[in-house]
């Protein structure tokens, strides 16, 4: 990790409540200095774990709002670990922060649950950002990789659905919840949709927190899923 502005980044927490993180890595060092950079950058550090199985448990206890999250774990896979965390508290982001950028691991990790996907040559002030916007709600992937996951958003949309004969009726969304809902699916972040829209950060979490409440979904890879299947993604 690249050394970092502390200092900036805790004056920018200055009068809100800081952001609860919780660091899982297998490797001591690799996860004292991860933890340390995050707390030099004004986060709050409630929790590390160095397995599956410690990590599940720790979580629970202590209920970060971010995880960071390594795959490859002893005693329970962090896939695993995503799914049975984000099962349980839907309002929980998930950053894997991994060595491995092979589509395959990617694609598994946000399937579990997982928010975003960084690799581990990413900067530290890269990772502090990541750590930010996931906290937010924002998807966060290392360049290259957000392209393929919504790839795989549209693969599985084109696939038959199965049949449904009562499918309850489509809740009913406002025009600017579909609007917002048009470029989530884009792949805007909320800033993005934000300055698009000439509207604030706040009122677009508010939009999609709506929207999910509507639609019975838990969080934006949900989202996301179901705006692309609606061919929201080509509107």
């Known amino acids: 990790m690249t050394e970092m502005t502390g200092a900036t980044e805790a004056a920018q927490q200055a009068g809100k409540d800081p952001i609860r993180v919780m660091v899982v890595d297998d490797h001591p060092m690799w996860r004292d200095a991860v933890a340390r950079d995050l707390a030099e950058a004004g986060f709050d550090v409630v ?3 160095g397995d599956g199985e410690q990590a599940v448990r ?10 960071v999250l390594d795959l490859n774990l002893p005693a329970k896979p962090g896939v695993q670990v995503c799914k049975e965390l984000v099962g349980a508290d839907a309002a929980l982001r998930v950053l894997v922060l991994s060595a491995s950028g092979e589509h395959a691991d990617v694609l598994e990790a946000v399937k579990s649950g997982a928010t975003g996907y960084l690799v581990k040559s990413a900067s530290t002030e890269e990772l502090i950002d990541a750590v930010r916007r996931t906290a937010a709600g924002d998807p966060v992937f290392t360049p290259g990789l957000a392209g393929l996951v919504l790839g795989e958003y549209r693969r599985l949309a084109s696939e038959p659905a199965p049949a449904a004969g009562d499918e309850p009726r489509a809740p009913q969304l ?27 950060h706040r009122t677009v979490q508010n939009h999609v927190q709506n929207t999910l409440g509507k639609l019975q979904l838990h969080n934006r890879v949900e989202l996301v899923r179901y ?5 929201l993604d080509d509107a």
């Open 47 to 49: 929790a590390t774990a």
């Open 174 to 200: 406002t025009d600017r919840e579909t609007e917002v809902l048009r470029l989530v699916a884009k792949g805007l972040s909320y800033k993005q949709i934000a300055e698009r829209l000439v509207i604030s």
């Open 58 to 67: 720790r979580a629970r206890a202590v209920s970060p709002e971010v995880l």
């Open 227 to 231: 705006a692309i299947e609606r061919g």
